[in-house]
């Protein structure tokens, strides 16, 4: 029996064994870190642009770690609008938040851009994406710079800003970390975070 778990330790990978990521390592402390939720949750937020492959790689382990998510944990969503063509795809996504059918069409956006190749980046293309899932076309462009959706986009690119975000995928748990990475590593690096932040070290 000692031999067995012996030889499950050695095939385990280093991270699945090391419960305590290290600053500067496996995540960086942010120099202007937000105020915590008054509503004592942990805010976990993933950036990312429907464009970046490893946005793409790191989508189902984000899938998969949503299902056992434990409570006082929000997970938010911020579509990263650094340029022009990331803040196409980010206004297309808060249109379909807004429409409320973000989880229908989240995954298959992305798969178009990174499976199929499709090029989604303008709001034309992106409208018509969308009324394959019954948006009709002038529904999304009046959607497209509205009030609303423009106030999504500015409070993604300010935080994005506030955080210093040089590239994504990045995730940010409750305002003060920042973890990088598109493997399940990031995920349990996340997930270890989180647990600090709820233990209040």
């Not at 989508?59 to 650094?82: I, M």
Request: net charge positive.
């Amino acid at each position: 029996m000692k031999k067995f778990f012996a030889i499950l330790l050695l095939t385990l990978p280093t991270w699945a064994m090391a419960l305590t990521p290290v600053a500067g390592k496996d995540y960086t402390v942010l120099t202007n870190p937000t105020p915590a939720l008054s509503d004592g949750q942990v805010e976990v937020r993933e950036f990312f642009w429907y464009g970046c492959p490893h946005c793409y790689t790191l989508e189902p382990h984000v899938a998969a770690w949503l299902k056992t998510k434990p409570e006082g944990v929000r997970f938010e969503r911020s579509p990263a609008a650094l340029n022009a063509v990331w803040e196409a795809n980010a206004r297309g996504y808060y249109v379909a938040e807004a429409l409320g059918i973000v989880e229908k069409t989240h995954g298959p956006l992305f798969a178009a851009i990174q499976v199929d190749k499709q090029r989604l980046f303008s709001q034309k293309s992106l409208a018509a994406f969308y009324a394959g899932f019954g948006v009709k076309e002038a529904n999304f462009n009046g959607l497209y710079n509205s009030f609303t959706v423009s106030a999504k986009v500015a409070q993604s690119r300010n935080l994005a800003m506030r955080y210093q975000l040089t590239g994504v995928p990045a995730m940010v748990v409750n305002g003060k970390y920042l973890v990088p990475g598109e493997g399940a590593r990031t995920i349990a690096v996340v997930k270890a975070l989180v647990a600090q932040e709820r233990s209040g070290k």
